[in-house]
């Protein structure tokens, strides 16, 4: 279990030291905003007392959250290393080389872009670069334009025509896709023509036949491999001679599973570095770095990714950037790849730790860090299984199944993950503990009805006394886990 809790990783900072720093700047917050100071105490006492299955969430290394709170946040530097729009950034030009770096190194990709606030951002970073790579450059030259300034009002009314009108392909929402890959209220499903491709409903599995066959008919400019919700591996191998039958580019948005293609758990077809043409992330998510994201890319595309700011971006958050080289300093580590390793068998246990319960999982189970439960078998939508689970300390997201009966808002799905209690040293024994506990709180929770009578989709009966034992039960896992060691507050 080398390195899998990270706070080992941080030895340097002994905890002592760590201690009286946060309690040192709470005081400091405290004499200005002392709500602040307190939301933040709690915010600790929180986390640390509930079992946090939301795939989505980890838990930061305390080098990474200290670098966060620097002067860098003082600091603006639009434009790209070396290259800025306001003098003095000799310092970012540092961290973002350093933060850049790691990245190349990590994923092995020629070209790293760190500036990207958040995954969201990553996203409109690249759409906007592929268009600019594959559209901007021959429309400027058919305009007799060599850069965007010799447009004149009219030749600017066609390239928006142009740029407006591409087709983009991703998975659907209820198949586990992001929002962001075209879903229609998402900014991505109005600047392109979109259509999304799902999963098998008998499997609940991607079917590449039926991606290469929507591909061939809608012949996208771009097509999205990726996902928020999807239990499985993705062979991106598979994809890209999708993309590249169609002439399209191959963008994957490994915000989710970065961590799993970081630790080496995804190699070969399963590693979409070296299959996409670009590559987006979140750094939060089994990265476990601060919130943010990034972009990787090809020659091809390096020098229209670089143009995210001031393409798309404003002056990128320096302070971000520094922890985002230090979260990168440490996915490098060896002990990086025994984490990740941890996360994918413990969504293993996880997994059959509800089969052998009897509950049912979207796709039978699961190969990465995701297990989507279905307690429709419970009687319950996602939306009461979740408040129910809440109510004993667990906390989970409701997620739509696929062909889901009850819609998104209600849905049949409950999504957990690994990676937050794994960087706490949870493993295969307490996993199994997980699952017998939700499975207990599902099994004594039923569903309620309307004030009209009528059978309702929101409100549910938790059976008495529940919530405490699943409560106490959770605490022993938690405390024999704990979060932050060693920091104390009081
Ligand atoms: C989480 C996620 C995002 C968005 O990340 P934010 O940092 O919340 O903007 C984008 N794409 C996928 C696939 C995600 O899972």
Redesign the pocket.
């Known amino acids: 279990m080398e390195c899998t809790n990270l706070w080992r990783m941080t030895d340097a900072l002994s905890a002592g030291k760590i201690s009286s720093s946060y309690r040192q700047a709470l005081e400091v917050i405290e004499a200005i905003e002392p709500r602040i100071a307190e939301a933040t105490r709690q915010e600790l006492i929180d986390q640390r007392g509930s079992l946090k299955l939301i795939a989505?969430e980890n838990y930061a290394s305390p080098a990474v959250l200290l670098t966060m709170g620097s002067w860098f946040s003082d600091k603006y530097a639009e434009g790209t290393i070396g290259h800025r729009f306001y003098a003095g950034c000799q310092n970012v030009d540092i961290v973002e080389s350093v933060a850049a770096e790691h990245a190349r190194e990590l994923f092995g990709a020629p070209y790293a872009y760190v500036q990207p606030h958040?995954?969201?951002?990553a996203?409109l970073v690249a759409f906007w670069s592929i268009l600019a790579h594959r559209i901007e450059s021959p429309a400027l030259a058919e305009l007799g334009a060599k850069n965007v300034n010799e447009l004149s009002d009219s030749d600017w009314e066609q390239l928006r025509g142009r740029l407006g009108n591409q087709r983009l392909l991703g998975m659907s929402l209820d198949a586990g896709g992001?929002l962001?890959h075209g879903f229609r209220p998402n900014i991505s499903g109005k600047m392109f023509h979109q259509q999304q491709y799902g999963t098998d409903p008998s499997t609940g599995l991607l079917d590449y036949d039926l991606v290469a066959a929507k591909a061939r008919e809608f012949r996208p400019l771009i097509l999205v491999a990726?996902?928020?919700a999807y239990p499985r591996r993705v062979n991106f191998a598979t994809m890209r001679e999708i993309a590249d039958e169609v002439g399209a580019t191959l963008m994957v948005?490994m915000?989710?599973f970065a961590g799993l293609v970081a630790g080496k758990v995804f190699t070969g077809d399963e590693d979409p570095v070296p299959h996409a043409h670009v590559v987006?992330t979140?750094t939060?998510?089994s990265l476990r770095g601060p919130?943010g994201?990034m972009v990787l890319a090809t020659e091809e595309y390096a020098p229209s990714v670089d143009r995210g700011c001031p393409m798309v971006l404003g002056g990128p958050l320096s302070h971000m950037m520094a922890a985002k080289a230090v979260a990168l300093a440490e996915a490098r580590q060896p002990g990086f790849r025994t984490y990740a390793q941890q996360v994918a068998d413990n969504a293993k246990s996880l997994a059959e730790g509800f089969l052998s319960r009897g509950a049912t999982l979207v796709t039978g189970g699961t190969d990465n860090h995701i297990v989507l439960v279905d307690v429709s078998g419970f009687g319950l939508t996602g939306r009461q299984a979740e408040s129910a689970l809440l109510d004993a300390g667990v906390v989970t997201n409701r997620n739509s199944v696929p062909a889901d009966p009850n819609g998104a808002w209600y849905t049949s799905g409950i999504r957990i993950g690994t990676p937050a209690l794994t960087t706490r040293g949870f493993g295969h024994e307490e996993f199994d503990r997980v699952a017998e506990l939700m499975v207990d709180v599902l099994r004594n929770t039923q569903p309620g009805v309307t004030s009209a009578g009528a059978p309702s989709k929101a409100t549910y009966a938790l059976a008495d006394g529940v919530a405490d034992r699943i409560r106490a039960a959770s605490a022993e896992l938690l405390d024999k886990n704990p979060l932050y060691p060693g920091l104390e507050l009081s």
């Open positions: 989505s958040s995954g969201i951002d996203n992001h962001t990726g996902y928020s948005d915000a989710h987006t979140t939060h998510k919130r994201g």
